[in-house]
């Protein structure tokens, strides 16, 4: 016996990946619906060897459903999620409006898979931001190894971060600085992002900082630990998919890079590929559409005591966003529903 699983946003390049997750792992499935706004109503989209039609969620019942995976932004998760909750149907959220709630847990299933049990509270489950869940992955058994005391992290993060109007700003700016007279001025993003790197994701705070680099901040304390201190600096980079981050890790105690790199192997979600020589390490380009977060150039930091630096990739749209929040699904079925 299966689940009666609805995916709301259905059209958006999120939307559509957890529908090709949901396909590609075999997740069961005895009936799913697909929803978007009423402007979508009737398009198809593949689930696996299936085409579905669009639904208007405007008008969706959830009663009777056991689980949807939100992909919809804040405002209109904001109308939706609570009528889905109230009708016995367990919301995952993609967006950023439930994630800083006590009550609700922020879960990265190879990270805190226990919080699972929270979701009785309001009957949703937050997913977090995708530059944070691929960190909090390689911190996780480090963190459990050594403790750490401090992480500064820097990002480079992809332009599919921003939907589709970012991916098509990149494109469209790209193919305008080849033809002259067809430069297409910034509108997505704060300035050109072709051949351009951004220092601004989401809007600024009273202390310089952004909110993307705030929400790292909070969300690593929420999953990971409350202690660890963390500073980041999250910059808009000319590609289409796949996060990069360079981290520095402070620990309490010693640990040492080889010692680390083996800790890593053996970690659920994770690839290390680290050779000290040209190309001896993953790029944005090669982890597109892979399931694992890659860690790379992992070595001593001896201008702090008891530091480690490494390089961390992943895919934004599948471990980012659309699979980690599959795996909550999973993890909710096979800990909590029981269905399957």
């Given at each position: 016996?299966?689940?009666?699983?609805?995916?709301?946003?259905?059209?958006?390049?999120?939307?559509?990946?957890?529908?090709?997750?949901?396909?590609?792992?075999?997740?069961?499935?005895?009936?799913?619906?697909?929803?978007?706004?009423?402007?979508?109503?009737?398009?198809?989209?593949?689930?696996?060897?299936?085409?579905?039609?669009?639904?208007?969620?405007?008008q969706f019942d959830f009663a009777g459903w056991d689980m949807a995976l939100f992909?919809?932004?804040?405002?209109?998760?904001?109308?939706?999620?609570?009528?889905?909750?109230?009708?016995?149907?367990?919301?995952?959220?993609?967006?950023?409006?439930?994630?800083?709630?006590?009550?609700?847990?922020?879960?990265?299933?190879?990270?805190?898979?226990?919080?699972?049990?929270?979701?009785?509270?309001?009957?949703?489950?937050a997913n977090p931001n995708c530059s944070t869940a691929q960190m909090v992955v390689?911190?996780?058994?480090?963190?459990?190894?050594?403790?750490?005391?401090?992480?500064?992290?820097?990002?480079?993060?992809?332009?599919?971060?921003?939907?589709?109007?970012?991916?098509?700003?990149?494109?469209?700016?790209?193919?305008?600085?080849?033809?002259?007279?067809?430069?297409?001025?910034?509108?997505?993003?704060?300035?050109?992002?072709?051949?351009?790197?951004?220092?601004?994701?989401?809007?600024?705070?009273?202390?310089?900082?952004?909110?993307?680099?705030?929400?790292?901040?909070?969300?690593?304390?929420?999953?990971?630990?409350?202690?660890?201190?963390?500073?980041?600096?999250?910059?808009?980079?000319?590609?289409?998919?796949?996060?990069?981050?360079?981290?520095?890790?402070?620990?309490?105690?010693?640990?040492?890079?080889?010692?680390?790199?083996?800790?890593?192997?053996?970690?659920?979600?994770?690839?290390?590929?680290?050779?000290?020589?040209?190309?001896?390490?993953?790029?944005?380009?090669?982890?597109?559409?892979?399931?694992?977060?890659?860690?790379?150039?992992?070595?001593?930091?001896?201008?702090?005591?008891?530091?480690?630096?490494?390089?961390?990739?992943?895919?934004?749209?599948?471990?980012?966003?659309?699979?980690?929040?599959?795996?909550?699904?999973?993890?909710?079925?096979?800990?909590?529903?029981?269905?399957?």
């Amino acid at each position: 016996m299966g689940y009666k699983v609805v995916v709301a946003g259905a059209t958006g390049n999120v939307g559509r990946e957890m529908l090709n997750i949901l396909a590609e792992r075999q997740f069961p499935v005895d009936e799913i619906a697909a929803l978007a706004s009423r402007r979508s109503q009737g398009t198809e989209v593949s689930f696996g060897d299936k085409t579905l039609k669009i639904q208007d969620i405007e008008q969706f019942d959830f009663a009777g459903w056991d689980m949807a995976l939100f992909a919809i932004g804040s405002d209109a998760t904001k109308l939706h999620a609570p009528r889905a909750a109230a009708a016995g149907c367990v919301v995952i959220d993609n967006s950023s409006l439930y994630r800083y709630d006590p009550q609700i847990p922020l879960i990265v299933p190879e990270v805190n898979p226990d919080a699972i049990h929270d979701y009785k509270n309001k009957m949703i489950i937050a997913n977090p931001n995708c530059s944070t869940a691929q960190m909090v992955v390689a911190l996780k058994p480090l963190h459990d190894r050594a403790r750490i005391k401090r992480v500064v992290v820097s990002t480079y993060q992809s332009v599919s971060g921003a939907g589709k109007d970012g991916m098509d700003e990149l494109w469209d700016q790209t193919k305008g600085m080849y033809v002259p007279g067809q430069e297409v001025a910034p509108k997505k993003f704060q300035k050109q992002i072709a051949f351009n790197v951004i220092p601004q994701i989401d809007v600024f705070m009273d202390d310089g900082t952004t909110k993307e680099e705030w929400k790292m901040v909070v969300e690593t304390k929420k999953i990971l630990d409350p202690a660890i201190k963390v500073t980041a600096t999250c910059v808009r980079v000319p590609v289409f998919v796949g996060h990069s981050e360079a981290v520095n890790i402070e620990f309490e105690d010693f640990l040492d890079e080889d010692e680390a790199r083996e800790i890593l192997r053996e970690a659920p979600g994770i690839l290390v590929i680290d050779k000290r020589e040209p190309g001896g390490y993953v790029t944005p380009i090669e982890c597109v559409g892979d399931y694992a977060t890659f860690i790379s150039r992992i070595r001593q930091d001896g201008t702090v005591e008891n530091g480690l630096n490494l390089w961390c990739v992943s895919d934004n749209l599948r471990k980012g966003a659309a699979l980690n929040a599959v795996q909550i699904a999973e993890l909710l079925g096979n800990k909590v529903l029981k269905k399957g």
